[in-house]
């Protein structure tokens, strides 16, 4: 994990807190204001925006397990935004492999209260509906059944936080793909996504994923990488993408690498 602990200037901060010390870069400057150490439970993370109606949790899908939950709530100094440290922290996390199973912004997450209160049990997180952010991702193999969620937010007084969890499951996870909005995002925002795990054929599950994602906007143009790309843009081309979208790039790539053309 080199490259990430180069990339954060802060791990001291977590030198009591070893189990996700590798895992969870530290905002600059932050102080830790909530932190818990493993705890075996059942874990359940929203993969949509949350709403309660009847008084009930609402949330359009959901994966769940039961393992060791490690936790930590930072509290931003006043120069750093809660958008600017978790943006940080995504692509840390991401530039080692982790991909984004759910990803939302502001308003797209739903309520902060129910955030905070539902699913993180943490008051101190209860903010702006228009000024929070959460991810959750999933690991690359061989990690593949760890999760690290992250939640930033601002409240009223201008606060800014960021909270971290590392869930280790203890028996494998549902595989669960991200969903279309979120590839789309990340897409957008990143300018490219990363499947190191989809190195074979392409599964019929990922094709259809993707071929969604890319048709939720239909200006977007991809190149396309890996040992089977051109497997790839035969089986995009198949779900509707039109051909003259996706092109093939040179060179090889671990798995599937896909690069938005600006």
């Known amino acids: 994990m080199t490259s990430l602990k180069s990339a954060v200037s ?26 818990h150490a493993a705890t075996e439970l059942e874990r359940v993370y929203p993969l949509g925006a ?8 609402r949330m359009e899908n959901k994966i769940e397990g039961r393992g060791q939950l490690s936790s930590v709530t930072w509290q931003l100094p006043v120069e750093r935004t809660a958008s600017e440290a978790f943006t940080q922290a995504r692509e840390a996390l991401q530039a080692e492999g982790g ?10 997450c739903g309520e902060s209260n129910l955030w905070a209160n539902e699913v993180f049990g943490n008051a101190r997180l209860y903010g702006s509906d228009e000024q929070q952010a959460f991810v959750l991702l999933r690991l690359a193999a061989p990690a593949q059944d760890t999760l ?3 939640y930033g937010i601002t409240r009223g007084n201008k606060r800014a936080y960021l909270h971290a969890e590392q869930f280790v ?3 494998p996870l549902a595989d669960v793909l991200p969903t279309p909005a979120t590839v789309l995002r990340e897409l957008r925002s990143t300018g490219k996504l990363d499947y190191p795990d989809l190195g074979g054929e ?3 599950d990922w094709v259809v994923l993707l071929g969604r ?10 190149t396309l990488a890996g040992a089977q790309a051109e497997a790839w843009r035969e089986q995009l081309i198949k779900t509707g993408v039109r051909a003259a979208r996706l092109e093939v790039g040179q060179g090889s790539a671990s798995g599937l690498h896909v690069e938005l053309i600006r």
């Open 50 to 57: 949350l709403r309660k109606i009847s008084g009930q949790l």
């Open 169 to 171: 499951a203890n028996a």
């Open 99 to 108: 991909y984004a199973l759910f990803w939302c912004e502001a308003r797209d």
């Open 202 to 204: 392409p599964p019929a």
């Open 148 to 150: 690290i969620a992250l």
């Open 10 to 35: 802060a791990l001291a901060l977590l030198v009591a807190w070893p189990l996700v010390a590798a895992e969870l870069p530290v905002p600059t400057d932050a102080k830790a204001v909530d932190q």
């Open 213 to 222: 994602s890319f048709n939720l906007d239909s200006t977007l143009r991809v």
